[in-house]
Nanobody, 121 residues
Framework: QVQVVESGGGLVQAGGSLRLSCAASGRIFSIKSMGWYRQAPGKQRELVAVIISGGSTDYADSVKDRFTISRDNAKNTVYLQMNSLKPEDTAVYYC???????????????WGQGTQVTVSS
Protein backbone atom coordinates (compact mmCIF):
# COMPACT_ATOMS: atom_id res chain seq x y z
CA GLN A 1 0.00 0.00 0.00
CA VAL A 2 3.00 2.30 0.11
CA GLN A 3 5.90 2.94 -2.20
CA VAL A 4 9.06 4.79 -1.26
CA VAL A 5 11.24 5.75 -4.21
CA GLU A 6 14.58 7.54 -4.09
CA SER A 7 16.28 9.33 -6.94
CA GLY A 8 19.14 11.71 -7.59
CA GLY A 9 22.15 9.59 -6.81
CA GLY A 10 25.16 9.51 -9.05
CA LEU A 11 28.87 10.01 -9.40
CA VAL A 12 30.40 13.34 -8.46
CA GLN A 13 33.82 14.70 -7.70
CA ALA A 14 34.85 15.68 -4.20
CA GLY A 15 33.53 19.11 -3.41
CA GLY A 16 30.54 18.70 -5.68
CA SER A 17 26.86 18.57 -4.88
CA LEU A 18 23.92 16.26 -5.33
CA ARG A 19 20.27 16.55 -4.47
CA LEU A 20 18.42 13.41 -3.50
CA SER A 21 14.67 13.09 -3.63
CA CYS A 22 12.36 10.60 -2.01
CA ALA A 23 8.65 10.33 -2.64
CA ALA A 24 6.23 8.24 -0.65
CA SER A 25 3.00 7.25 -2.30
CA GLY A 26 -0.02 5.16 -1.50
CA ARG A 27 -2.95 5.40 0.84
CA ILE A 28 -1.07 7.51 3.34
CA PHE A 29 -3.00 8.92 6.23
CA SER A 30 -0.18 10.76 7.93
CA ILE A 31 3.60 10.89 8.05
CA LYS A 32 5.45 11.15 11.33
CA SER A 33 8.93 11.50 9.90
CA MET A 34 11.01 11.17 6.79
CA GLY A 35 14.73 10.70 6.76
CA TRP A 36 17.83 9.52 5.02
CA TYR A 37 20.15 6.72 6.00
CA ARG A 38 23.25 5.50 4.27
CA GLN A 39 25.30 2.35 4.20
CA ALA A 40 28.78 1.91 2.83
CA PRO A 41 30.34 -1.49 2.19
CA GLY A 42 31.56 -3.01 5.42
CA LYS A 43 29.82 -0.42 7.55
CA GLN A 44 26.56 -0.29 9.43
CA ARG A 45 23.65 1.69 8.17
CA GLU A 46 23.65 5.10 9.77
CA LEU A 47 21.25 7.96 10.09
CA VAL A 48 22.18 10.91 7.91
CA ALA A 49 19.31 13.30 8.50
CA VAL A 50 15.70 13.22 9.57
CA ILE A 51 12.82 15.65 9.58
CA ILE A 52 9.76 15.10 11.72
CA SER A 53 6.21 16.27 11.30
CA GLY A 54 6.75 19.36 13.41
CA GLY A 55 9.57 20.47 11.16
CA SER A 56 12.51 19.82 13.43
CA THR A 57 15.59 18.21 11.95
CA ASP A 58 18.52 16.16 13.08
CA TYR A 59 21.81 15.46 11.33
CA ALA A 60 24.72 13.17 11.76
CA ASP A 61 27.78 15.05 12.95
CA SER A 62 29.66 13.96 9.86
CA VAL A 63 27.29 15.82 7.54
CA LYS A 64 26.21 18.80 9.58
CA ASP A 65 26.75 22.13 7.84
CA ARG A 66 27.09 20.32 4.51
CA PHE A 67 23.75 18.55 4.05
CA THR A 68 20.28 20.00 4.31
CA ILE A 69 17.08 18.03 4.61
CA SER A 70 13.78 19.53 3.54
CA ARG A 71 10.31 18.36 2.68
CA ASP A 72 7.27 19.05 0.59
CA ASN A 73 4.38 17.82 2.68
CA ALA A 74 1.86 18.19 -0.12
CA LYS A 75 3.86 15.75 -2.23
CA ASN A 76 5.00 13.46 0.59
CA THR A 77 8.50 14.12 -0.60
CA VAL A 78 11.74 14.67 1.24
CA TYR A 79 14.96 16.06 -0.19
CA LEU A 80 18.56 15.89 0.82
CA GLN A 81 20.79 18.62 -0.54
CA MET A 82 24.36 17.43 -0.26
CA ASN A 83 27.11 19.98 -0.69
CA SER A 84 30.87 19.80 -0.30
CA LEU A 85 30.76 16.08 -0.83
CA LYS A 86 33.63 13.97 0.39
CA PRO A 87 34.76 10.49 -0.65
CA GLU A 88 33.63 9.20 2.73
CA ASP A 89 30.08 10.17 1.78
CA THR A 90 30.10 7.35 -0.75
CA ALA A 91 27.31 4.95 0.14
CA VAL A 92 23.90 3.72 -0.79
CA TYR A 93 21.43 6.23 0.52
CA TYR A 94 18.08 4.97 1.73
CA CYS A 95 14.94 6.92 2.36
CA UNK A 96 12.91 6.03 5.42
CA UNK A 97 9.51 7.19 6.49
CA UNK A 98 7.41 6.47 9.51
CA UNK A 99 3.81 6.76 8.49
CA UNK A 100 0.29 5.65 9.06
CA UNK A 101 -1.62 4.10 6.21
CA UNK A 102 -5.28 4.74 5.71
CA UNK A 103 -7.33 2.07 7.42
CA UNK A 104 -4.57 1.10 9.84
CA UNK A 105 -4.16 2.19 13.42
CA UNK A 106 -0.47 1.45 13.86
CA UNK A 107 2.57 3.18 12.47
CA UNK A 108 4.54 1.64 9.64
CA UNK A 109 8.22 1.98 8.90
CA UNK A 110 8.83 2.01 5.17
CA TRP A 111 12.11 1.98 3.28
CA GLY A 112 13.10 2.81 -0.23
CA GLN A 113 15.30 0.63 -2.36
CA GLY A 114 18.26 2.97 -2.16
CA THR A 115 20.23 5.16 -4.50
CA GLN A 116 23.98 5.02 -4.99
CA VAL A 117 26.10 8.07 -4.27
CA THR A 118 29.74 7.86 -5.27
CA VAL A 119 32.19 10.66 -4.58
CA SER A 120 35.54 10.46 -6.30
CA SER A 121 38.75 11.98 -4.98
Amino acid sequence: QVQVVESGGGLVQAGGSLRLSCAASGRIFSIKSMGWYRQAPGKQRELVAVIISGGSTDYADSVKDRFTISRDNAKNTVYLQMNSLKPEDTAVYYCNTVLRLSGFTSWSNAWGQGTQVTVSS
